[in-house]
């Protein structure tokens, strides 16, 4: 108990010690969420905007006019003929388009069918589509209101709710993918590191031939770098609470507590890659590459796992954040609590114990084998 | 020196996949001896001590240190011996002071005895002026002479010393030394690797290791008179060469 005390006095004086560290691993988590919390959205804003308008009109003043009031468009330009357009969408001066046909008032009054073309660059996919529907929405909005009863038998209209997250804010459904993602990096940094480098100084032999236990070393490890991944887990959750707005429905201590058992999975994953390496520098790497494209790709934090092929959503079961981000993503907008998330809390303090398990033997498997 | 030996090593062999890095060796140090092990790079030295230092099981072969087994006994083998290499065991952003409170925490001294013999290391070592200095900042040689004090702290029956003086200048080679000697005269057994091949006359006993075995035991001068040569030097190029010779052949 006692050189496990020593043990503990000895990592905290080297965490205090080493500012400008500390200073990073405090300040990095939430530095990163704040720029990549602005980086990635998928929200569409200022849709630059071509107008083809042959022969203006009320009526494709009018439409002109809704476009200009829904908020997401920006008319760039207005232009009299179609040949026009390619350059604009070649230079990307313009993201969408809408072309009007000629007598198109006149059409509609006599009660013909008009037609009015929307054009999306699809260079990005999602962009593109998202501009069609927006566009697509505001004209037919506008022949609704025009009373196409005329030509109607039944009409269906339907409602729709966004629950959850109504106004369909990207970030809120990032931030706490994000936090998983920043954290998961920066605690398997912290222990990878700090083991590899008593390697690296030899002191790490030192201690493997005290009498101390394997388990005492991880311990020693581990603890403090826990206390300083926790500070990281309030100064994230505060961040997206203040900066990002995004809600916190559910039980606070509920989600610290998740957030502390998700740090020691990353911490234990830190030790068994140090346990496996010899250099600091292969040490960062692996933890890296062990953290950062799993839990980018496969946690559900940005690509929806739901559209991934079978055998990746298979993988993506034995990757830590993907069951953070279901919980954290469950706590902060559903507010729900244990009663449904109990299945990912057990999967979480599942891997810890195997991790943990797993770098204590891969202690002793140094010295056995 | 008419006690029970400090270790007792009888055909030990570790192999590593098809490599036969320590080949059954056999030897005895007696208790209050200062032993060195000697061998070049790859010889088997590394594997040799740490299988005595209970950190790697042996493949064969029986080996006792301290009156203990390394196979069943590993826990108190490490209670009763002492360890420095020459990558070494200090923390060089802790005080010379925490430093040596750390290592008697681990091996549970009491405040008492900590206390006591911290003062006591510091005055032999005149470093009391340096107590709460970081260790990085006291010079090399400095350093060297702590850790082996640190590694003594808990008074252990055998000390490993894995290169201990590489990279520090012939006076504190000589100063290390003296400190060597002393703690073999208050009763520690020493085994002891270097590079130096002058070191290896201040051996009580010298073992020389070539390809995973032994190739020559005995005092320094017992094996200049059997190998007819003037220096340990002398000998060692003979005995190492042959083996670095095939070994360029592969």
């Known amino acids: 108990m006692k050189a496990l005390l020593g043990l503990l006095r000895k990592e ?61 468009f920006r008319t760039v330009a207005v232009l009299p003929r179609m040949d026009g357009l390619e350059p604009l969408f070649e230079r990307g001066a313009a993201q969408g388009a809408v072309v009007f046909e000629p007598g198109l008032a006149e059409k509609l009054a006599r009660g013909l069918p008009a037609q009015i073309l929307i054009v999306s660059d699809a260079t990005e996919p999602n962009t593109g589509s998202i501009v069609q529907a927006y566009a697509a929405a505001v ?13 109607a038998g039944i009409r269906i209209v339907p409602t729709v709710r966004m629950r959850f997250n109504p106004t ?25 590191i700090s083991l590899t480098r008593e390697k690296e100084t030899g002191t790490m032999e030192a201690l493997l031939v005290s009498p101390l236990r394997p388990w005492q070393i991880i311990v ?27 809600p916190l429905r559910g039980s606070v201590a509920l989600l610290l507590f998740e957030g502390l058992l998700f740090i020691l999975v990353s911490l234990s994953l830190g030790i068994l890659i140090s346990a496996r390496t010899s250099s600091q520098r292969v040490a960062m790497m692996g933890a890296l590459i062990g953290t950062m494209l799993p839990t980018m790709l496969l946690s559900g934090f940005i690509f929806p796992l739901e559209s991934m092929p079978a055998p990746l959503r298979a993988i993506s079961y034995v990757v830590p954040a ?42 002793h498997e140094r010295l056995e084998s | 020196m008419n006690e029970a030996p400090a270790i007792v090593v009888r055909d030990l062999t570790r192999k590593f996949g098809g490599f036969t890095a320590v080949d059954r060796i056999t030897f005895e140090v007696h208790a209050g001896e200062v032993f060195g092990f000697l061998g070049a790079n790859g010889a088997g030295k590394t594997t040799a001590i740490r299988m005595l230092t209970a950190l790697l099981a042996p493949t064969s072969g029986q080996a006792m240190v ?40 681990i091996y549970d001294l009491t405040d008492r005895q900590i206390h006591d013999r911290t003062t006591r290391m510091l005055a032999q070592l005149g470093l009391e002026h340096a107590a709460d200095q970081f260790v990085r900042a006291i010079p090399l040689g400095w350093r060297q ?38 703690a073999a005269a208050r009763g520690t057994t020493v085994l002891v690797t270097t590079h130096y091949l002058d070191e290896a006359e201040y051996c009580d006993r010298i073992s020389i290791m070539v390809a995973g075995r032994i190739a020559a035991i005995g005092t320094p001068g017992e094996l200049k008179k059997k190998f007819d040569a003037s220096s340990i030097d002398e000998i060692f190029v003979r005995l190492a060469r042959p083996a670095a010779a095939s070994e360029a052949r592969k």
């Open chain 1, 322 to 363: 993907r069951w953070f981000v279901l919980v954290a993503r469950g706590i902060m907008l559903k507010g729900i609590g244990l009663a449904y998330l109990w299945p990912a809390t057990l999967v979480l303090i599942a891997m810890a114990l195997l991790l943990l398990t797993a770098s204590t033997r891969s202690f």
């Open chain 2, 66 to 105: 301290a009156g203990h087994d390394v196979y069943r006994e590993a826990e108190q083998i490490k209670c009763d011996i002492g360890y420095m290499s020459q990558r070494f065991s200090l923390y060089e952003d802790l005080t010379v002071r925490e430093n040596i409170r750390l290592y008697g925490g």
């Open chain 1, 168 to 192: 369909r804010q990207s970030s809120n459904l990032f931030v706490p993918g994000l936090m998983a993602f920043v954290l998961t990096i920066i605690s398997s940094l912290m222990t990878a």
């Open chain 1, 12 to 72: 905290v004086y080297h965490i205090l010690r080493d500012r400008r560290t500390l200073v990073v691993i405090i300040l990095l988590p939430v530095v990163q969420v704040v720029i990549f919390g602005y980086a990635i959205r998928t929200d569409v804003e200022h849709v630059r905007l071509a107008i083809v308008d042959p022969a203006p009109d009320a009526t494709t003043l009018a439409i002109r006019n809704r476009f200009e009031a829904a908020g997401v």
């Open chain 2, 145 to 182: 002479k702590l850790a082996f004090s640190v590694a003594l702290l808990h008074e252990p029956k055998i000390v490993f010393l894995d290169e201990p003086t590489s990279g520090v200048d012939p006076i504190t080679r000589r100063q290390f030394w003296e400190l060597i000697y002393e």
């Open chain 1, 139 to 151: 004209v037919q909005q506008y022949s609704r209101e025009l009373g196409a009863p005329r030509r």
């Open chain 1, 220 to 246: 020693g490890k581990v603890t403090p770098y826990l206390v300083v991944g926790f500070v990281s887990v309030i100064g994230v959750i505060l961040e997206a609470r203040l900066i990002f707005h995004v």
